[in-house]
């Protein structure tokens, strides 16, 4: 079951960096934001979720009844635990997050990028403001001085 949680609990934080951009150089570009519009991010479902639910389902069913029963327990207790490990990480993966439009400094286009909100700090950019933007395993969007 801690499996399905670890898995379902994965968020959008700008501020949690992949080890695979530590200690590496990584492209930036500077831009100021030009809109920014609050979403739902949802989570995703999970095989990995699925699966491990499937076995606990089965192994919870074994000491239900006897025989036929007992048979047709597992079955249904697998087959229930699969689809709520699957389904499961849509919901506990769910937060709050922002859809922001970044003016890219010497760009005539704008990006786009969406990305979850930051508890601790509670900082949500506002129009006008100038970010990083950092593209590595993920892309990023941090405050910038510049």
């Known amino acids: 079951m801690s499996v399905i949680l670890l898995v379902g609990c994965e968020v959008t934080n700008p501020y949690k960096v992949p080890k695979?951009?530590?200690?590496?150089?990584?492209?930036?570009?500077?831009?100021t934001i030009i809109?920014?519009?609050?979403?739902?991010?949802?989570?995703?479902?999970?095989?990995?979720?699925?699966?491990?639910?499937g076995l606990i389902g089965g192994i919870v069913s074994e000491k239900i009844g006897s025989g036929t029963g007992q048979d047709v327990a597992i079955?249904?207790?697998?087959?229930?635990?699969?689809?709520?490990?699957?389904?499961?990480?849509?919901?506990?993966?769910?937060?709050?997050?922002?859809?922001?439009?970044i003016a890219i400094d010497g760009e005539d286009k704008p990006l786009g990028i969406i990305q979850g909100e930051d508890k601790k700090k509670k900082y949500n950019f506002k129009i006008g403001d100038r970010v990083s933007i950092i593209y590595g395993h993920t892309v990023r969007v941090l405050p910038s001085e510049n």
């Open 75 to 101: 079955i249904a207790g697998t087959v229930a635990g699969g689809i709520i490990g699957y389904y499961l990480p849509v919901k506990l993966g769910e937060h709050n997050g922002f859809q922001y439009s």
């Open 20 to 31: 695979s951009d530590a200690q590496r150089a990584l492209n930036t570009d500077l831009g």
């Open 35 to 53: 809109d920014v519009v609050p979403v739902r991010i949802q989570g995703e479902t999970s095989t990995v979720g699925a699966v491990a639910g």
